[in-house]
């Protein structure tokens, strides 16, 4: 009993490191990226480096030119237009002289400068996050084939596992977060960051509700309702917030923190209690979970213009998607041989 309180306490207050946020300075604020950024959209170049869209206006006309010369409808969809494309060369300019200075990287509208690949933002993070998306998927066909072929289903058809239903919904939703999480990785635009964040919102809140009622094994309709009707109305709300008031990258990064804490505690209380065989397997889950995302607050500049923690938090989702499917199969084998041995 003691080691298990221990356990609980240890899981309390790891997570209350994810509180916490490292700040860091606007690049964007300097006199000389702004006068960089100004001088480029007027001359269309930044030192020997010039833009041809920059020959177009805001709405992709040729300023001077006929409607043939009008910008490619592939450069026009990912939105990249002059200003893009001036406040990136600019960044990296700057970058190149903060080095030579022996300056510090510092970041650009809230963001750390990384370089891009083929016209893609951060390539490395949108490779893991199709990983992470093919590793969520593989989790997801393993588990279907476990349920419906591997073990006993009931004389209706159905499986046993009372979960069987949430885990479907949680694989469709986690995939959908991974793949907008991915495109925004390769163009940030305010469209790809709504869908981001919103999935994202979605995801959170979703895995919290999932997190008690396999907890606290809540069976009752009446209950999962009262459960899932208070995280609901905190998703909505959130979701109205970025995509009609304020699309506010720091607010968003509290409340998924928030809910990912609270989903840990719950985990982490149910890890600690349980007698449940597999155990062991959900308390690494849960630490290595606390462990990543506290990775992520550490925040650091890009190494080699490439890799920051934002980018080691992706990859290190990849094991953490093995990991739980890995649990779930053994939970639903578990739950399966209970619910048979009451039957009979």
């Given at each position: 009993?003691?080691?298990?309180?221990?356990?609980?306490?240890?899981?309390?207050?790891?997570?209350?490191?994810?509180?916490?946020?490292?700040?860091?300075?606007?690049?964007?604020?300097?006199?000389?990226?702004?006068?960089?950024?100004?001088?480029?959209?007027?001359?269309?170049?930044?030192?020997?480096?010039?833009?041809?869209?920059?020959?177009?206006?805001?709405?992709?006309?040729?300023?001077?030119?006929?409607?043939?010369?009008?910008?490619?409808?592939?450069?026009?969809?990912?939105?990249?237009?002059?200003?893009?494309?001036?406040?990136?060369?600019?960044?990296?300019?700057?970058?190149?002289?903060?080095?030579?200075?022996?300056?510090?990287?510092?970041?650009?509208?809230?963001?750390?400068?990384?370089?891009?690949?083929?016209?893609?933002?951060?390539?490395?993070?949108?490779?893991?996050?199709?990983?992470?998306?093919?590793?969520?998927?593989?989790?997801?066909?393993?588990?279907?084939i476990l349920v419906y072929y591997h073990l006993?289903?009931?004389?209706?058809?159905?499986?046993?596992?009372?979960?069987?239903?949430?885990?479907?919904?949680?694989?469709?939703?986690?995939?959908?977060?991974?793949?907008?999480?991915?495109?925004?990785?390769?163009?940030?635009?305010?469209?790809?960051?709504?869908?981001?964040?919103?999935?994202?919102?979605?995801?959170?809140?979703?895995?919290?509700?999932?997190?008690?009622?396999?907890?606290?094994?809540i069976h009752d309709q009446s209950a999962k309702?009262?459960?899932?009707?208070?995280?609901?109305?905190?998703?909505?709300?959130?979701?109205?917030?970025?995509?009609?008031?304020?699309?506010?990258?720091?607010?968003?990064?509290?409340?998924?923190?928030?809910?990912?804490?609270?989903?840990?505690?719950?985990?982490?209380?149910?890890?600690?209690?349980?007698?449940h065989p597999s155990k062991w397997k959900l308390?690494?889950?849960?630490?290595?979970?606390?462990?990543?995302?506290?990775?992520?607050?550490?925040?650091?500049?890009?190494?080699?213009?490439?890799?920051?923690?934002?980018?080691?938090?992706?990859?290190?989702?990849?094991?953490?998607?093995?990991?739980?499917?890995?649990?779930?199969?053994?939970?639903?084998?578990?739950?399966?041989?209970?619910?048979?041995?009451?039957?009979?």
């Amino acid at each position: 009993m003691a080691r298990n309180l221990l356990w609980v306490v240890v899981v309390v207050v790891v997570v209350s490191c994810l509180v916490w946020t490292l700040e860091a300075s606007e690049g964007d604020a300097d006199p000389l990226y702004k006068s960089c950024v100004n001088q480029c959209q007027k001359t269309g170049c930044v030192g020997d480096t010039c833009f041809h869209q920059c020959k177009f206006s805001a709405d992709g006309k040729a300023i001077d030119g006929p409607w043939y010369m009008q910008e490619p409808l592939y450069l026009r969809w990912k939105q990249w237009d002059c200003q893009s494309d001036c406040q990136y060369e600019c960044m990296m300019t700057r970058e190149e002289e903060r080095k030579r200075d022996g300056e510090k990287p510092t970041k650009y509208f809230g963001k750390w400068p990384l370089k891009h690949v083929y016209g893609i933002q951060e390539p490395v993070s949108v490779a893991f996050s199709a990983l992470d998306l093919a590793i969520q998927f593989h989790g997801w066909v393993s588990y279907f084939i476990l349920v419906y072929y591997h073990l006993p289903l009931q004389p209706n058809r159905k499986v046993y596992y009372e979960y069987n239903g949430l885990l479907h919904i949680y694989a469709i939703i986690v995939m959908n977060a991974l793949f907008w999480s991915g495109v925004c990785h390769s163009r940030d635009v305010e469209l790809t960051e709504r869908l981001d964040y919103s999935s994202a919102t979605v995801l959170a809140g979703y895995t919290l509700v999932l997190a008690v009622i396999r907890s606290f094994s809540i069976h009752d309709q009446s209950a999962k309702v009262m459960v899932t009707a208070p995280v609901l109305a905190l998703v909505a709300t959130h979701i109205i917030y970025l995509n009609f008031y304020n699309l506010d990258e720091g607010l968003h990064r509290k409340v998924i923190y928030g809910i990912g804490g609270v989903e840990l505690v719950v985990w982490g209380l149910w890890a600690a209690l349980t007698s449940h065989p597999s155990k062991w397997k959900l308390r690494a889950f849960v630490l290595s979970c606390i462990l990543t995302m506290c990775l992520r607050m550490l925040d650091f500049p890009p190494y080699k213009g490439y890799v920051d923690a934002h980018t080691l938090w992706r990859a290190a989702g990849i094991p953490l998607s093995y990991l739980w499917w890995s649990f779930i199969r053994e939970d639903a084998v578990f739950r399966t041989t209970v619910l048979l041995k009451k039957s009979k």
